[in-house]
């Protein structure tokens, strides 16, 4: 039960920030019957975009944070900097991951000729 509560914790300091600046985020580029297939395309590339940069980078971040302080605090235990280690390793393979994935399907959506404005747009 102790470990629910310090993720949830964890979780909730983590998206307070996001939750704080939501109204600056437009994640549905268009409203009603004005959607159409590019809108469609423009609202994955926003939630793709979301995902990538205001989710995985935070999140590796405070891994590589956690892992350093581990590092530090370990006191000689070859254990916990084995422990450390290991955390350090498998955020940079997630980041690793994460950026595989999104050059891949930007790659394949623009060899399958969609050369809408919502391939290289930014977040808005």
Known sequence: MQKIKK??????????????????????????ADCDFNGLM???????????????????????????????TSAGSSESKTKAKNIFSSAVYGLVIVAAAWLIVRTILSILGYEGAWIFNNFK
């Open 42 to 72: 423009a609202l994955i590339n926003n939630v793709i975009h979301f995902v990538l940069f205001y989710m995985a980078v935070p999140i590796a971040a405070i891994m590589f944070f956690y892992a350093g302080f581990m590092m530090v």
């Open 7 to 32: 993720f949830v914790i964890l979780l909730s300091i983590l998206f307070m920030p996001v939750v704080s600046l939501a109204e600056n985020f437009v994640l549905i580029p268009c409203k009603g």
